[in-house]
């Protein structure tokens, strides 16, 4: 008999799926790494998952222990899922802007959640950041997971996620584009192809309202660029200490109207019912048209899957009052 023992076991191993009508115009061929197999629909069971595994390892989660951490719902399915075949609580601080799909999907798996302002500074007490660091030191026995500095985040990535792409493309990969949130994904993909071919090109797409574009091409932390937006999941107003800036070769930045136009155009002309990160990603990968040739072969990762977003980017109500579509 063929079985995974637990729900952990079928983690990964994602297919790589060729994108056709939309990319249509480019010259090379287009392949997306369609995360949302994942058991918890997208790329971050990965990572949630060794980021628990490294903990366990060296004692900073212990057993019964309470798992904490703000996430913008993708992180939290994943640490959820393993907390319940592990046997540990989870609370979760969550932005306002975040879906109330994510929310509602994070507590049907027993997660507490705690909701937070948006739009304040980082730094302010009410933020989800501070929020999610005051709690890990009141709850006993409490881990902070703090996905944008731990490093289990971009390893996961650079000891799965990569190499499958690398496998599944016979090496053949010349570029690789993906949304930028903790970096994580960015980081551990591009550092394992870069190891294995150092001509491939890596991409990362950011958010109007974002700070990475901008530091990467000057090495400026503007907080001019700091601003709210739409989009979910990608752009960030920190410099988390996943990114690591030097395997990136460029970003494009895309605006929350095309990031949710392409959400739709990616359900109804391929059949890839995705989030909001993955319109922006296919969005900047068109952006980018100039830098692919015939021979390219173009990995787009996408991260997370469609039915969080039926309240917003799949429902016409939301998209005419957000004025991105007649
Ligand atoms: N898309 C979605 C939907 C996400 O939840 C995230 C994680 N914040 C990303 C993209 C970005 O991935 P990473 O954090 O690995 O940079």
């Given at each position: 008999m063929k079985y995974a023992k637990n729900i952990l076991e079928t983690i990964g191993n994602t297919p790589l799926v060729q994108i056709n009508k939309l990319t249509a115009d480019l010259p090379c061929l287009v392949l997306a790494k369609y995360e949302t197999?994942?058991?918890?629909?997208?790329?971050?069971?990965?990572?949630?998952?060794?980021?628990?595994?490294?903990?366990?390892?060296?004692?900073?989660?212990?057993?019964?222990?309470?798992?904490?951490?703000?996430?913008?719902?993708?992180?939290?399915?994943?640490?959820?899922?393993?907390?319940?075949?592990?046997?540990?609580?989870?609370?979760?601080?969550?932005?306002?802007?975040?879906?109330?799909?994510?929310?509602?999907?994070?507590?049907?798996?027993?997660?507490?959640?705690?909701?937070?302002?948006?739009?304040?500074?980082?730094?302010?007490?009410?933020?989800?950041?501070?929020?999610?660091?005051?709690?890990?030191?009141?709850?006993p026995n409490s881990w902070y997971v703090n996905q944008y500095d731990n490093p289990s985040n971009a390893k996961a990535h650079y000891q799965s996620t990569g190499p499958e792409i690398w496998e599944q493309t016979d090496g053949k990969v010349t570029h690789f584009?993906?949304?930028?949130?903790?970096?994580?994904?960015?980081?551990?993909?591009?550092?394992?192809?870069?190891?294995?071919?150092?001509?491939?090109?890596?991409?990362?797409?950011?958010?109007?309202?974002?700070?990475?574009?901008?530091?990467?091409?000057?090495?400026?932390?503007?907080?001019?660029?700091?601003?709210?937006?739409?989009?979910?999941?990608?752009?960030?107003?920190?410099?988390?200490e996943n990114v690591d800036f030097s395997i990136i070769d460029g970003f494009t930045k895309v605006t929350d109207k095309d990031a949710a136009v392409y959400t739709q155009l990616l359900a109804k002309q391929e059949g890839m019912f995705l989030g909001n990160s993955a319109g922006a990603a296919i969005k900047g990968l068109l952006q980018l048209k100039e830098h692919f040739t015939k021979d390219d072969v173009v990995v787009v990762l996408f991260h997370d899957h469609g039915s969080r977003y039926v309240g917003k980017m799949f429902n016409d109500d939301w998209m005419k009052k957000m004025g991105y579509i007649d």
């Open positions: 197999f994942n058991p918890g629909n997208s790329t971050k069971d990965r990572m949630a998952l060794t980021m628990i595994e490294d903990a366990e390892a060296d004692g900073r989660l212990k057993p019964g222990g309470t798992i904490i951490e703000g996430t913008s719902g993708n992180t939290g399915m994943g640490l959820a899922l393993a907390a319940i075949v592990k046997g540990y609580k989870c609370i979760f601080v969550l932005s306002d802007k975040q879906s109330k799909e994510k929310m509602d999907i994070l507590r049907a798996v027993g997660a507490e959640v705690v909701v937070c302002p948006t739009d304040v500074e980082p730094t302010d007490p009410r933020s989800y950041y501070s929020v999610s660091k005051r709690l890990a030191t009141e709850v584009v993906v949304g930028v949130g903790t970096g994580g994904t960015i980081s551990g993909v591009g550092k394992y192809l870069k190891e294995q071919n150092p001509n491939i090109k890596v991409w990362g797409i950011d958010t109007y309202g974002s700070v990475f574009k901008k530091y990467h091409e000057t090495g400026i932390f503007d907080e001019k660029e700091i601003y709210p937006y739409v989009t979910e999941g990608i752009g960030e107003d920190i410099l988390p």
